[in-house]
């Protein structure tokens, strides 16, 4: 088993900044690509970023130049920075990890709201 928390969310303004983490703990040898998703109200959970445990990335097209995902192995930790937020991007941010499982998150919430 894999228990991924995360932490970083918030209200912010548009334009503003945000970094979110996610701590993994437990079974986590096991880990491949871990990325976030995202689920605004009265639509489906998509993909934001994801991370492989080479470093290769993908984002959506939505995100690409503004959001930067890394990961921190040592700390078992990645983290999502996101640049030049819109309203358009209040949602709750799930993280996720592919393994031998998959496991997320229990989510955290970032607002972006004047």
């Known amino acids: 088993q894999v228990q991924l928390v995360e932490s970083g969310g918030g209200l912010v303004q548009p334009g503003g900044f945000l970094r979110l983490s996610c701590a993994a703990s437990?079974?986590?040898?096991?880990?491949?690509?871990m990325g976030w998703y995202r689920q605004a109200p009265g639509k489906q959970r998509e993909l934001v970023a994801v991370?492989?445990?080479?470093?290769?990335?993908n984002y959506a097209d939505s995100v690409k130049g503004r959001f930067t995902i890394s990961r921190d192995n040592a700390k078992n930790t990645v983290y999502l920075e996101m640049n030049s937020l819109k309203p358009e991007d209040t949602a709750v941010y799930y993280c996720?990890?592919?393994?031998?499982?998959?496991?997320w998150g229990q989510g955290t919430q970032v607002t972006v709201s004047s």
């Open positions: 437990g079974s986590i040898f096991s880990i491949n690509a």
């Open positions: 996720n990890a592919e393994g031998t499982g998959d496991y």
């Open positions: 991370i492989s445990s080479g470093g290769s990335t």
